[in-house]
């Protein structure tokens, strides 16, 4: 129980450093760690807790925002696919969850910049909005990557060298 407290602290202090410090657009390690706190955490609900804290201690330090929902929802989809799908055991699934992921997070915060009239409520206006999106998807996607590997490298050199693993 302590060390799944204490990792699970350190993903969430790495996670809003992460968004605080200068950075490219949406290159943070936040949906990676979406998805390694689903795989590492004993309970799917603290898996989605964990984003869930990331985002809401750094929205409020860096500024409050009306999609929030749509973010945070996001997030906590990441932590499921962590849950059901990350299999840290394959390089293949840490790669591609964390593409997987941006995607999602791309598709639903996106949806919700629409439904919150930024660009009309037409289907024009939806593409442009996914269009306008496009910029930051490639940041997001390198960041999942970067840091999810990252996360898997930890994971190798202690948790499982040492026994350490949380679940």
Sequence with gaps: MLRQLLSGSLL????IGGRL???????????AIALYSGAWMPS???GMALPVAIMAVSD???GWHSLWIYTWGAMMMGAVLGYYWLRTDRILSVIALPVLQSTV????????VWLNGYYG????????????AIPFYHYQVLGAIVYSFLFWVVEYAFFRRFALMVR
Excluded: R
Excluded at 21 to 31: E, G, K, R, S, Y
């Design 12 to 15: 969430v202090l790495v996670g």
């Design 21 to 31: 410090v200068p950075h490219p657009p949406n290159f943070t390690p936040v949906d």
């Design 44 to 46: 799917i609900w603290v």
């Design 60 to 62: 409020l330090l860096i």
């Design 105 to 112: 997070f791309f598709i639903v915060t996106n949806f919700g």
């Design 121 to 132: 409520y037409t289907l024009s206006g939806l593409w442009e909005c996914y269009v306008a």
